[in-house]
């Protein structure tokens, strides 16, 4: 079993930084691939990037790319989420997942962190 806690949303200014983090306990290395997806008031909830941890490779989707930055520390249990040069559009909850099948769908995803709220203003 995984459990999920995530911690650093906030308000931030558009253009500001913030970085969010995801502490795991359990069985974390049951998991390859660690992930953050977002969701939106009236919208579905998006992925956003992942980590395969096994294979070494990071997935973002189009709209993050260049700005967000996804990582892991291993010997911390703790994934990281660093955004960049933020705007009004990346407004939303952000949850971390862990799952072990594809990256990008929330269906592969069998842990769940409770989300934080992330608010940019303009």
């Known amino acids: 079993q995984v459990q999920l806690v995530e911690s650093g949303g906030g308000l931030v200014q558009a253009g500001g930084s913030l970085r969010l983090s995801c502490a795991a306990s359990?069985?974390?290395?049951?998991?390859?691939?660690w992930a953050w997806f977002r969701q939106a008031p009236g919208k579905e909830r998006e992925f956003v990037a992942a980590?395969?941890?096994?294979?070494?490779?990071?997935y973002y989707t189009d709209s993050v790319k260049g700005r967000f930055t996804i990582s892991k520390d291993n010997a911390k249990n703790t994934m990281y989420l660093q955004m960049n040069s933020l705007s009004p559009e990346d407004t939303a909850v952000y949850y971390c997942?862990?799952?072990?099948?594809?990256?990008?769908?929330?269906?592969?995803?069998?842990?769940w962190g409770q989300g934080t709220q992330v608010t940019v203003s303009s």
């Open positions: 980590l395969n941890w096994i294979a070494h490779i990071t």
């Open positions: 997942a862990a799952g072990s099948r594809t990256v990008r769908s929330p269906m592969d995803y069998n842990y």
């Open positions: 359990g069985l974390t290395f049951s998991s390859k691939n």
